[in-house]
């Protein structure tokens, strides 16, 4: 076979060009410390790579949602102290206007001080992030979730969800509370039942909050209703005695007990006690504690203060009444520390959490290193070789170009 010049150019040319395209590769694996340019140089390792990249943004997404919900439960901490600072300080003031000490003038300046706590309180529960959103309206985080309303109620317009985020491939957490689960899900009275005394009442008893028995149901509606019982032996003196009745009518303490101020009372699962002289007459419903906000038992405790005391039964309404308030605030300081334990225990969530992704992150980018990143020794090593094969063939070519039929004759 006749092999032309032509070809034999052509041949060497082509032989260099390989030399230069490898050599290229190499110089810019060096330059860049990557191996693979194209997924068609390795497919399987171009694939792990995207998938490594793609495992590690999610986790970088992830750190930033834990740093997010830390911020926004800081937050919230933050003012959850602040609320129970001003409960405390309510509470502090409703023991001051149950003496009977205080003036109407001394309450009127108690009652102003416990309603600036009371806006205070209210400018904490409508408190926003630093993007602006309210942090207690649940799920409705542009709605401004407590205002009182005409009637001097205070009315809810969030809801009762949370927002949760992703810190963690199969793992959300909740970055917020509702303003139902910290203001508002506190159950009036002691937490189990509220005694509440008639307004019509004349006499001067006081009800102890109370505690529950074995036995009490948390559904049925008493009273306990004073009167005078006759002597059973003519000449003996009447007595004050008291009898308990439910919803129904049904009697459950007959009456015919010889009533004694602060003798502990019980029925039906249900322990109290009454201090002070009631008239006949007078009577106190017990019913099972309902959901009550507490900016409506501070309320409520602000204006009995501002109503003038001037005879026994009124004082006696304005201790029953701050008796409710005091209980109330005391459930209302341990509802608001739950809501506070429950948001350190997610602090502490995403701590742990924080640590395991970088640990993860570590172990990917380790991974992704040993897929994508060159090793420079070979590199080097493979670098002078190609140079090597190009010198190699640049020669030859030279030589080869050279060459002629003359040269023989």
Do not use: C, W
């Not at 509606?221 to 000449?235: L, Q, S």
């Amino acid at each position: 076979m006749r092999i032309s010049t032509h070809q034999t150019q052509q041949s060497a040319i082509n032989s260099m060009l390989e030399q230069q395209e490898k050599l290229s590769k190499v110089q810019q694996q060096v330059a860049t410390g990557r191996k693979i340019f194209k997924p068609s140089e390795d497919p399987v390792a171009a694939a792990k790579i995207v998938n490594l990249k793609e495992t590690l943004a999610t986790m970088e997404q992830h750190q930033n949602n834990i740093g997010a919900a830390r911020a926004r439960l800081d937050l919230e901490e933050g003012v959850l102290s602040n609320a129970t600072e001003v409960l405390q300080r309510v509470r502090e003031l409703a023991v001051m206007g149950n003496n009977d000490s205080q003036t109407n003038e001394s309450r009127s300046f108690i009652a102003e001080e416990a309603e600036q706590l009371l806006k205070e309180l209210l400018g904490l529960a409508n408190s926003t992030d630093s993007s602006g959103e309210y942090m207690f309206s649940g799920s409705k985080t542009s709605s401004k979730p407590f205002t009182r309303n005409e009637f001097g109620e205070y009315d809810y317009h969030g809801d009762s969800g949370q927002r949760f985020m992703a810190i963690a491939p199969m793992r959300q957490i909740a970055t917020g509370d509702s303003g139902t689960a910290v203001f508002r899900d506190i159950r009036d009275g002691n937490g189990d039942f509220i005694i509440l005394d008639n307004q019509a009442n004349s006499g001067t008893g006081i009800a102890d909050p109370g505690n529950v028995l074995n036995g009490y149901d948390g559904k049925t509606t008493y009273a306990i209703e004073f009167a005078t019982v006759p002597p059973a032996v003519p000449g003996d003196e009447p007595y004050l005695s008291y009898f308990v009745f439910d919803e129904t009518g049904t009697v459950v303490v007959p009456l015919g007990t010889p009533y004694e101020s602060g003798n502990v009372i019980t029925f039906a699962g249900v322990s109290t006690s009454i201090e002070g002289e009631p008239d006949p007459g007078d009577f106190f419903v017990v019913r099972p504690s309902l959901n009550q906000d507490v900016f409506t038992t501070i309320s409520r405790f602000v204006d009995i203060l501002r109503e003038p005391v001037g005879n026994p039964s009124a004082h006696a309404r304005l201790h029953n009444e701050v008796n409710r308030t005091l209980a109330g605030l005391d459930t209302a300081m341990g509802n608001i520390l739950e809501v506070r334990s429950n948001v350190g225990a997610r602090l502490n969530a995403l701590d742990g959490q924080e640590e395991i992704n970088q640990s993860y992150k570590v172990q990917i980018k380790s991974i992704l290193s040993d897929v994508e990143d060159l090793d420079y020794a070979e590199a080097v090593s493979d670098l002078n070789l190609r140079l090597t094969g190009l010198e190699a063939s640049q020669k030859a070519f030279t030589r080869i170009q050279g060459l002629s039929m003359f040269n023989y004759l």
